[in-house]
């Protein structure tokens, strides 16, 4: 089992719990943000809040793909919604998870996970995370 997913069905886990599993230039591609982040502080800190974001759900597989890369997929609800992810994380030699991609769907309960996930973090992110520039 990779330690996210783990660390994850532990229970909500925070910042620091999170950090450990990351390399320094991890970064982190959401269909929820406008661009990737890059930075352990940043990516913990929105790793630990989808945990207890995203709402109740379990992993229905996990594929290692090759030695440094895993698959995971995730069925659960938000706001009595399905919803479903499915991600790739690739570590390095130490194990440290160097990038991780999530797609999710259906569309709706993403927006509704996207509107939370901003609600508690667009103080901690700069708002070019959440948008495209004005052109």
């Known amino acids: ?3 996210l997913r783990k660390l994850r069905e ?3 886990s925070t910042p620091a719990q999170v950090s450990a ?3 320094d230039n991890v970064v982190f591609n959401s269909p ?3 661009r990737s982040i890059a930075g352990r502080e940043a990516v913990s ?3 630990a809040q989808s945990s207890s974001t995203r709402g109740s759900g379990t992993y229905t597989s996990e594929l290692k793909i090759d030695e440094r890369t895993t698959f995971l997929r995730w069925e659960g609800s938000i ?4 919803l479903e992810s499915l991600e790739v994380i690739v570590d390095n030699e130490q194990g440290l998870i160097v ?3 999530i797609a999710m769907r259906p569309y709706p309960a993403v927006k509704l996970f996207r ?3 901003y609600a508690s973090l667009k103080d901690k992110l700069p708002p070019d995370v959440w948008d495209y520039p004005a052109q």
């Open 10 to 12: 532990a229970g909500s």
């Open 99 to 101: 990038e991780r991609t």
């Open 45 to 47: 800190a929105i790793f």
């Open 21 to 23: 599993l990351l390399a």
């Open 32 to 34: 929820i943000l406008a």
């Open 1 to 3: 089992m990779h330690p």
């Open 115 to 117: 509107d939370a996930m």
């Open 79 to 82: 706001e009595g919604r399905k």
